[in-house]
């Protein structure tokens, strides 16, 4: 049950890699690969079920963290051609 | 809102001009919870190192990251007033100082270097897991503080 949920969430994933190499303008890039990033997030706890590891859990909490302040890092860099 | 002034154009339009601080008021907002619960996360993987996934560098860069965070949200200028070059720079190197500490002080109590069963802590296994705990504690800071001068070294690199 859990494997073909997560293989349906990495099929999901590669449609939006394909929104991501094509996309017309940046910002459906890093919509993109926003997504993708929390796709990445379900199929880390699906993984948890699948092996009935919890440690994926944390693993799972930190790309969350990590994807949130990647995104703000990569929409600044756009918007004001720096990181200040 | 008792900050906005209305300024009347030329053409007798009243545009509102809005502070500094209501500008990107979902970004300072989320910033603002973030911050110290990414924070209390590298604290819990730091402590958890021997357990289960992650340790003193995965936790250290956890904690760096909350910085960045609030770098990129508020600005250089407002987070040096917070970290300072010179605070930054005594987190670097207490960090390699607890970890190198704890090595000599396992040679003086009669181990090789960085060997926790020479501590007198009671039970080895107990010295063990205190001294493993420290020196994680160390690398945390020492790495955390690496990351955020990497960062502002970056950040002002494109400043230029």
Do not use: W
Not at chain 2, 6 to 28: A, K
Not at chain 2, 96 to 111: K, M, T
């Amino acid at each position: 049950m859990f494997l073909q949920v997560a293989l349906v969430i990495v099929f999901s994933s590669i449609i939006a890699l394909y929104r991501a190499i094509s996309g017309p303008t940046i910002y459906d890039r890093v919509l993109a690969v926003n997504v993708i990033g929390t796709k990445t997030v379900l199929v880390l706890v699906l993984v948890e079920f699948i092996y009935e590891r919890p440690e994926f859990l944390d693993i799972a909490l930190v790309y969350a963290i990590i994807n949130f302040i990647g995104t703000i890092a990569f929409l600044k860099y756009i918007e004001k051609g720096g990181l200040t | 809102m008792d900050e906005v002034d209305e300024h009347v154009t030329v053409t007798g339009e009243s545009v509102i001009v809005r502070p500094v601080e209501e500008l990107y008021i979902i970004r300072r907002i989320i910033a603002r919870i973030m911050v110290p619960l990414t924070q209390l996360y590298g604290l819990y993987v730091i402590m958890h190192g021997e357990g289960g996934p992650g340790g003193g560098f995965q936790g250290g860069v956890i904690l760096g990251s909350a910085t960045i965070l609030y770098v990129l949200v508020f600005g250089v200028d407002e987070a040096k007033k917070r970290i300072s070059e010179s605070l930054n720079n005594l987190m670097k190197s207490t960090g390699v100082l607890i970890y190198a500490g704890i090595g000599l002080l396992c040679i003086i109590f009669g181990g090789y270097y960085l060997e926790y069963y020479a501590l007198p802590l009671g039970h080895p296994e107990k010295a063990s897991e205190l001294g493993i705990l420290g020196v994680e504690i160390g690398i945390g800071i020492t790495v955390s503080a690496v990351m955020i001068s990497i960062f502002f070294d970056l950040a002002e690199r494109f400043e230029k």
